[in-house]
Structures are given as C-alpha cells and as structure tokens.
C-alpha cells in the first residue's frame, strides 16, 4: 500500500512541474496512469502488486482487455479533444480547419429551441466573415477559399432566417436586428475588398484589351490568363497628367483612373460616394464636404464645379455649375458620365472671398455596357426637375406607384396608386409643419431628392427640420420601392437636439411620424379588429396592437391600404392615434437620452387578397431596403477594376515598368455574398 501511494504522489509530482513541459504523448500517459491502479483494481477485485503502465498482475484476460480498451479510448479523447481545442482558430486552407467545421455542426445540431439555434447559425455567419477578414488581413485570400467562406456564408445566414419564423416574436426581433447588421457588415466588407483585394472578391479579365493613356505617351497590349499586362510609363508628376486605362472586353468599354499627381489645395475636400466608375448616362449623386486646411468648415459659401473634358454633365449642364453649401459647409452636385473616352476630372472653385482653385475633388470613369434586356417588374423612375432643384419623384413596379412631390406641408408621399384599380392612398404626411405653427415655429423641408435608380429598387429622401432654441428638430424620411413588391418601405429618423426636451413636453406631436389620411368612406380595423372613427373632429382614439399584430388597414371596397411595421423596425409604435380624418403612430413617452429615434413602416395598395403576404412579410422582417443602393452609387457592377504594380505611389519620377491586373467587376466569385 505504501508502494502505491509512492507511486501516486510521484506522478502528482510530475504533473505539477510545469516548467519542463512533458510532451504530449508522455503527459497522456502520466493522465492515464494517475486513473488506471483504480480502475485495475476495481476490475481485479484485489490489491495490485504493483503500479506501472501496462495490465497488472493476476488480471484475467477479459480485464486486461476491457482495460486496454479504456486506456485507448481515454487516449483517443484526450488526443481529439487537443485537436478540437486546436482547431478554433484555423483558416480555410488548412488542416484542422475540417475538424473546426465539424464541430460547429455538432454543435448545432445538438440544439434544439428555434431562438437558440437561429442565433447559433448567425454566430457561425459572423465567424465566416472574421475569417474572411483574417485572409484578407494578411494577404492570402485566394478564389478557392472565397468561395467556400461565401458557400457557408449564404447557407448559415439561410438556415437563421428559416429558423427565426419559428421563434417568439420578441426573440425573432432581436435575432433579425443582429442578421441585419451582419448583412451589412458583410455588403461593406465586399465592398472594401473589391477595392483593396479584388483577387478574392473579383474574376479576372482574360483576354481584355488594353490601352494606357497619359503619362507621356499610349500603348495598348492584351491581358494574359490572369488578367495582367504591362506597360512602361511616366509617373513623372507634372507630366502629361494622370494615367488612365480604356479597357475592353465581353461587350464593355470602360476609362479607369489608374493614377492621377494630387494638386496642392488650400482646402479639404472629401465625396460621398467617392472616385469610381459610373456607367454612361445614369445620373448618380454626390455630396462634397468642404473645410479649410485650419479645419473651419466653408459654411454657408459659393463653389463652381466643372468638367474640363466635357466628358460628363453636373446637375444636367456641360460646363461650370454654381452651387451653395450649407451649415457643415456641404453641398451636392448630380453627375451623369456621357462618354467613356476620358476621365472626368471634376474641379472646384472656392469663392473665400474671391474665386481660388481648390483643384481636383472628384475622378471618375465611365462603362459602356451591353444593353440588358428589359426586366419584368423593374422599377421605373421618373422626375421633374434636377439636383437641388427637384419636384417631383415618381416611381413605379408595376404592382403599385408611388408620387413624391415638394411640399411644405409635410407631405412624404404625395399619394400610391395600385395597377389596374382607379383607386389611391395617401397623403402620408408627417405633422412638423402643423405642430410648428402651434408654438410659432417654422419648418424648412428640403426634398423629394433621389437617393438611387437601379431598375431593382428605387428610393428618395425628403428631410425637415424646426429650430428648437440652441439645437432643433430634424426629421430624415426614406422611402424606396422595390421590384416585386406591392408595398413601399418609409423609413424615419428623428433627431432632437438642443432644448428639443422642453419643446417636446408641451407639444408631444412634434415627434409623430407617418400620418396618413383616411378617406372618407374607408372602413378601419387594427391588427385584423375592425374600429369605428371618431364622432367629431376634435376628437381621438388611443388604439393599442394586439401582440405580434403591429399593422392597420384601410378597405374601400376591394381596395386596401395596409401599413404594417416589420420585426425588424428598430422600434414599434405602442398604439396609433386615429382622428376623424387621420391615423398614425402615437409618440413616445420621452425622447431618449441620446435624442435619436428611429421607424420603419411598410404601406401598400392591394386587393384583399394580398393582405396576408404583406402582414406575414412584415412579421418575418424585410431587411434593409437602403442597402439596394449599393449598385447604383457604386455603378462599376458593369465594368473593371484594375490594381497597379507596384503602387504608383512608391515610384519614383520617370519612366517605370508596371504591371496592370484587370478584374472584371460584373464577375464575383464571392457570389454567395452578393445582397438578395
């Protein structure tokens, strides 16, 4: 018994003596022997003679087996354990990166309640998008690699919205709120590694011509099986000018910026969106924001922007266009790229006081693209008026149109009409400017301005705003329409700054969003309950939504107005004030600290019929609509993409070899990260 004891506290011992770090096969062992005088004995029904590694004196043969085959097993999950344990952080590519995935679908499917499953599927989606960063990161994201993380990718962010219908409502909220941000952390990750990565994101351009304007001379070659092609250049900075690639393949011609010398300027310019390609005739806008090399911000000042190539129109005129910026010294300007000959290098002019030179704010490229056949139900937009100067917005799905037109009444949406029916709603309006003029107030409304067109979707902004002493009011509505749908989404975003809290205590409906008007003969009825209107028009009625009902409906024979607010909506009315003429969310009990609120709320004009697939589609979540705007302020989704080596930047002046990598932007292999 002595002799046991020994040999227990020595292999205690051993254990405990960090500092030589025992390898792992001898650590096994000394873990394994610690248990196995136990179990032998246990097994042999008597003391043993002795401790060792190995079956033990006067075993019999089926405990000498039945131990062996324990130590095995033991040896085994403690071996694939270290393994498993090894593997969390691998990468595609690599060896344990199996054994990582393998795990996760036990895991998975190893829970069984919807909400904790739907939330287990979106952790395994946010893991594939740090692993993508991690590639990126260090520079060895390869296509092979990309398309797996994308394959999974898809396959888990799909398996969490399937899973989320089944949760409890309240649940399903927060899981669409988190598969939302992780769809946009995903559309900007895409984005960024098209520009800083194309390798991983984009196919390359085999068999593309190329041809290398500016820097002192013209070349044209062909690109090779990996989209290269080289070309001996003038970096010199006051060269001939920046270097620029007219590229053509499958159809396209494109003019990219491939490097243009900064210019010396005595301010800060930066565009939203930035340099990029647009395609040829399709207006996109951008916003200039303009401060002084001090950081002072150009507030409140005149600018002149042109194109001296004439190779594109600003707010549909050739030439020099004249803008004013407001408070944070920003200003927009609507571009449309008329030929793909040459870059349009935008300039601006600074009058601070008189007119100074503030040099090139804006590059940009155009692509010719094959005409596309027309899409059943795309989205048709038209307006009157441009930039500024807008009048009116209308668009259309075939399903149902939507008319924006400036007001200064609050009007969001002018009216929506439904194809085939004579019938109309609206207007939605948002009651600022009426509540203003009740404390002595005035509002300012800027808008409808569009916002993006890109045959998918559509969408346009109307902004308003009320001082409130040393801050104010502002309220940002959104409203897009998309391709298939028979609903418009309106998106609100209210900012109170300022002493806005003392305003909003004594006049509460400041903060109400999305009136709508009730026409006169139409029938009511809240979450599916038919309401009777009020009998006078002083009058109103707090109608509070069943849970997980959150939508009304206005019927005039079999015609109605649906407005629904989606699980996804970063906040739900509680109840909806309805008055003889009206109805709309009821405002909330105090403004938040940060004075930012925020609704969503999609409204449609159907038949009867179709009232349930909107309901349900607002309760399962629409996602972010905003996010189809992707394509058209990024309109290089029809043309290429071409990375310089070595960056032009690290030249020194002269004449150098460089080496042009084509991608063709119309070809992702990341499809599977591509927004639906």
């Not at 194309?198 to 011509?209: F, N, T």
């Not at 006169?520 to 002083?538: L, M, R, Y």
Request: proline share 5%.
């Amino acid at each position: 018994m002595m002799d046991e004891k020994k040999d227990i506290d020595l292999i205690e011992r051993i254990k405990s003596v960090d500092r030589y770090r025992p390898r792992a096969m001898f650590r096994i062992k000394v873990a394994v022997g610690s248990r196995l005088p136990s179990y032998g004995l246990a097994l042999a029904g008597r003391k043993s003679p002795r401790l060792g590694w190995g079956p033990q004196v006067g075993w019999t043969w089926p405990v000498r087996v039945v131990a062996a085959a324990a130590m095995a097993l033991l040896v085994g999950i403690l071996i694939f354990s270290g393994l498993v344990a090894a593997s969390s952080g691998s990468l595609p590519g690599q060896t344990l990166y199996g054994l990582k995935r393998f795990r996760e679908h036990v895991d998975l499917a190893l829970t069984s309640s919807p909400a904790e499953k739907a939330q287990r599927y979106l952790t395994l989606a946010s893991a594939r998008l740090a692993e993508l960063d991690t590639l990126s990161q260090k520079g060895i994201i390869d296509s092979d690699s990309a398309r797996s993380i994308a394959s999974d990718y898809a396959a888990e962010t799909s398996g969490a919205a399937k899973v989320m219908k089944q949760a409890a409502s309240p649940q399903s909220q927060a899981l669409a709120r988190q598969l939302d941000a992780l769809q946009t952390q995903k559309d900007n990750m895409v984005r960024r590694l098209a520009a800083a990565s194309p390798a991983g994101v984009l196919a390359e351009a085999e068999g593309a011509r190329v041809e290398l304007k500016g820097g002192g001379g013209q070349a044209s070659a062909t690109t090779d099986g990996d989209g290269k092609v080289s070309f001996t250049a003038d970096v010199t900075g006051a060269g001939a000018g920046g270097l620029e690639a007219k590229v053509q393949a499958d159809g396209r011609t494109a003019i990219v910026p491939v490097y243009q010398p900064s210019s010396g300027a005595r301010y800060t310019v930066t565009a939203e969106p930035g340099n990029r390609v647009l395609k040829v005739n399709e207006p996109v806008t951008f916003t200039l924001k303009i401060s002084r090399l001090d950081g002072t911000l150009f507030a409140l000042g005149q600018v002149r922007l042109s194109d001296p190539t004439m190779t594109c129109t600003l707010d549909g005129r050739t030439g020099a266009v004249a803008a004013r910026t407001d408070e944070t010294g920003s200003c927009a300007v609507t571009i449309t790229k008329t030929s793909v000959e040459q870059v349009s290098p935008i300039t601006l002019q600074v009058a601070d006081p008189g007119w100074v030179d503030a040099g090139v704010v804006l590059r940009l490229g155009g692509v010719q693209a094959p005409s596309a056949a027309p899409v059943a139900g795309a989205v048709q937009v038209t307006s009157a008026g441009m930039g500024a100067d807008l009048q009116q917005v209308v668009m259309d799905n075939g399903l149902v149109k939507v008319t924006a037109e400036r007001s200064d009444d609050g009007a969001i949406v002018t009216a929506m009409t439904r194809s085939g029916s004579a019938a109309q709603c609206g207007p939605l309006y948002d009651p600022l400017p009426s509540q203003a003029k009740l404390i002595g107030r005035s509002v300012t409304t800027s808008g409808p301005r569009l916002l993006f067109s890109n045959g998918r979707a559509a969408g346009y902004e109307t902004v308003l705003e009320m001082p409130a002493g040393d801050g104010s009011i502002s309220k940002d509505y959104k409203v897009f329409l998309s391709s298939g749908d028979r609903f418009a989404t309106v998106q609100c975003r209210i900012e109170a700054t300022g002493s806005a809290d003392a305003l909003f205590a004594s006049t509460p409906g400041l903060v109400c969003t999305s009136m709508l008007r009730i026409p006169a003969a139409a029938s009511i009825a809240v979450g599916g309950h038919e309401v009777a209107k009020p009998q006078t028009p002083e009058g109103s009625t707090l109608l509070s939504f069943d849970i997980g009902n959150p939508y009304f409906t206005l019927t005039q024979g079999q015609d109605v107005t649906v407005a629904a607010f989606p699980i996804d909506s970063e906040t739900y009315p509680q109840s909806l004030t309805l008055t003889t003429d009206s109805i709309c969310p009821t405002p909330p009990a105090t403004i938040p600290a940060d004075g930012i609120m925020s609704q969503t709320m999609v409204m449609g004009l159907l038949d009867k019929g179709s009232v349930d697939a909107v309901v349900s589609r607002a309760r399962m979540g629409i996602g972010d609509p905003s996010l189809a705007a992707n394509t058209s302020t990024d309109q290089s989704g029809e043309g290429f993409s071409v990375v310089v080596d070595p960056p032009l930047e690290e030249l020194a002046n002269g004449k150098q070899k460089i080496t042009l990598t084509v991608y063709k932007q119309y070809q992702k292999v990341l499809s599977g990260f591509r927004s639906q």
